[in-house]
Nanobody, 115 residues
Framework: VQLVESGGGLVQTGGSLRLSCTAS????????MAWFRQPPGKDREFVAS????????YYADSVKGRFTIYRVNSNNTLLLRMNSLEPEDTAVYYC?????????WGQGTQVTVSS
C-alpha cells in the first residue's frame, strides 16, 4: 500500500492550496480517508475525514468553513481544498487510509503559510 501526497508549498496568509493523496495497493472505496497535520513542535492532529460508507465528512473546528475534503474513487484520490489559510495552518499534512485494523499513512507534504 502506498499513499503519496502532493500539492503542499508556501503561500501567503489568506491564500489557497489543494492537497492531493493518490492511493495504490488497496481497494480505495473500502477505506475511510482522512487528513492529519503536524505543526512544528506539536503532535499530529486530525484535520478532516471522509467516510467511505456514507460519504459523511468531519472537520476539526479549526478548519471548518475553510477546508473541504473530497475524494474521487475512480482515481483513488483524496483531496483537501484549503482556503483562507492562516499561519497556524503551517504543518506537514498527512494522508491516512483506515479500514479497522488496516491503517496506512503517507509520507506527508509541507504547507507553510507566511504572515
Amino acid at each position: 500500500v502506498q499513499l503519496v501526497e502532493s500539492g503542499g508549498g508556501l503561500v501567503q496568509t489568506g491564500g489557497s492550496l489543494r492537497l492531493s493523496c493518490t492511493a495504490s495497493g488497496l481497494t480505495f472505496n473500502q477505506y475511510t480517508m482522512a487528513w492529519f497535520r503536524q505543526p512544528p513542535g506539536k503532535d499530529r492532529e486530525f484535520v478532516a475525514s471522509h467516510i467511505h460508507k456514507d460519504g459523511s465528512t468531519y472537520y476539526a473546528d479549526s478548519v471548518k468553513g475553510r477546508f473541504t475534503i473530497y475524494r474521487v474513487n475512480s482515481n483513488n484520490t483524496l483531496l483537501l481544498r484549503m482556503n483562507s489559510l492562516e499561519p497556524e495552518d503551517t504543518a506537514v499534512y498527512y494522508c491516512n487510509a483506515n479500514a479497522g485494523l488496516r491503517d496506512y499513512w503517507g509520507q506527508g507534504t509541507q504547507v507553510t503559510v507566511s504572515s
